[in-house]
C-alpha cells in the first residue's frame, strides 16, 4: 500500500510539474520608429510570436523581418534588402527572464511593472540587454508590452551615406503581446 502511495505522489508531482501554465500568442506587435524630421520610417508586425512561463519568468519572442510593413513598398524592399538582410537573418528573438516574476501574480487582475533581461539577436548580432515593461492581467489573459531602443551600429545594421540624414541611429521598438493559456 506505501508503494502505491509513493507512486501516486510521484505521479501527482510530474504531473503538476508538466502542467505549469505557460502563456503565448502568435499575434503580438511590434512596431519600430528609425527616422528622423526627415523622413518616416516606421515598420509595424502583427506576427509577432511569444511564450511566457509564469513559473521561472522565462519569457521569449519571435519576430520575423519580412512581417514588418511599411507606408511604402519601396521602403519595404530596402529594409530586408539592404538593411535588416532578412533572407540572411530571417528572424529577430529575445530569450530572457522577468527578473522580478515574484511581483507578477497571473492569477490576480492587475497591472504590473516588469525588469525584463536577456539576450535579444537581431541582424545575426547577440547582444545581453536590459528593459523594463508592464505585465497587465484581466480575465485570465496577460499583455505584456515594452518600449526600449536599440543602436543599429551594435547590430551591424550599416547606414549607407546616401541616406545617414534620414534614418536615425538608434529605433524605437514597441512590443504588445497579448498571451492566452497554451492549450
Do not use: R
Amino acid at each position: 500500500m506505501k508503494k502505491i502511495v509513493s507512486l501516486l505522489a510521484v505521479v501527482l508531482l510530474l504531473n503538476t510539474t508538466w502542467a505549469q501554465k505557460i502563456y503565448s500568442s502568435k499575434t503580438g506587435q511590434a512596431w519600430f520608429d528609425a527616422g528622423t524630421g526627415m523622413e518616416d520610417i516606421t515598420g509595424t508586425n502583427k506576427s509577432v510570436t511569444c511564450a511566457f512561463k509564469p513559473s521561472t519568468g522565462d519569457l521569449q519572442f519571435l519576430v520575423k523581418i519580412k512581417g514588418f510593413e511599411f507606408w511604402s513598398q519601396l521602403l519595404q524592399e530596402h529594409f530586408n534588402e539592404n538593411y535588416m538582410e532578412s533572407d540572411k537573418f530571417p528572424n529577430s528573438v529575445f530569450k530572457g527572464k522577468v527578473t522580478n516574476i515574484d511581483k507578477v501574480n497571473v492569477d490576480k487582475d492587475g497591472t504590473y511593472p516588469v525588469n525584463v533581461k536577456g539576450t535579444l539577436e537581431i541582424h545575426g548580432v547577440k547582444k545581453d540587454v536590459e528593459t523594463n515593461g508592464t505585465m497587465k492581467v484581466a480575465g485570465g489573459n496577460v499583455t505584456a508590452s515594452s518600449e526600449f531602443t536599440v543602436v543599429l551600429e551594435d547590430f551591424k545594421i550599416a547606414i549607407p551615406g546616401v541616406v545617414k540624414d534620414k534614418l536615425s541611429k538608434t529605433a524605437k521598438i514597441k512590443i504588445n503581446c497579448n498571451l492566452s493559456i497554451a492549450k
